[in-house]
């Protein structure tokens, strides 16, 4: 442990070196501002009201998005557990979902939708998938490891499911989902920004660039990513929890 946190320092510490040197070769603070600059320009958006309205409004989208696909993922998936054909029916949607253009799909729902509403969805769509397979993976695994058993003392699919599959798989399901969730937070930044999201952190990110405010757009990108490596610590963090608590 302690040393994975040490050598996860020395990458920050890497890549904080890259970007002093970058700056140094470019010295053009329109192409890339400084690493000074960018976190006085990340002081200010904490001190400014407007940029927390646009947190949270960026965060309850993801949060919303990832929620509705985690319980959509668990069901189909233990559908699919409980039945060969939902699984193959499932197949060829999950497929497509996963190789349809996200940006292609933003401008579609802004037709039907709003700014509000299209992040939400494009993030659904892009991490239903994702969970719904990580969920198969996780209930298929252990049902290879204990399904024979359970059969054969005759206990019930529903119950090998609900008392054994789902608890057994939910740690590793857990430390996927804080990727996922993640990975859902770009995505929404990136809807937000092609819409054009007001009260959102793409939305500032598109008024930076128009406006040409480097640092700030580069300090906003920063926080995302800071808060994306949060998010998937959070999953992890469960996962230890969860492992504990059952033991």
């Known amino acids: 442990m302690k040393k994975n946190l040490i050598f996860s320092a020395l990458s920050i510490l890497f890549l904080w070196l890259v970007w002093i040197i970058a700056y140094d070769a470019v010295r053009n603070d329109y192409l890339l501002p400084s690493f000074w600059e960018t976190f006085r320009a990340m002081g200010k958006l904490f001190a400014d009201g407007s940029f927390w309205s646009a947190f949270f409004g960026t965060f309850l989208r993801t949060v919303i998005s990832f929620l509705i696909a985690f319980m ?84 019930p699919a529903g119950r090998r499911l609900f008392s054994m599959y789902l608890p057994l798989c939910a740690p590793n399901v857990l430390s996927q989902a804080g990727g996922i969730l993640s990975m859902g937070l770009k995505i929404t930044v990136s809807g937000e920004v092609l819409s054009q999201t007001y009260r959102s952190l793409g939305g500032m990110m598109q008024n930076a660039q128009l406006f040409l405010e480097m640092p700030t757009l580069l300090a906003l990108t920063v926080l995302v990513v800071v808060l994306g490596f949060l998010l998937e610590g959070l999953g992890l963090l469960f996962k230890k929890i969860l492992i504990r608590w059952r033991t």
């Open 72 to 155: 959509l993922g668990a069901a189909f998936a233990a559908l699919s557990c409980l039945h060969g054909g939902v699984r193959a029916f499932l197949s060829p949607l999950v497929s497509v979902l996963r190789t349809v253009p996200t940006m292609a799909v933003i401008l579609i729902l802004l037709l039907w939708t709003n700014a509000f509403v299209a992040p939400v969805i494009v993030t659904l769509l892009v991490i239903f998938p994702a969970l719904y397979s990580a969920m198969l993976a996780s209930i298929d695994e252990v049902r290879g490891e204990y399904g024979a058993l359970a059969q054969a003392f005759g206990v």
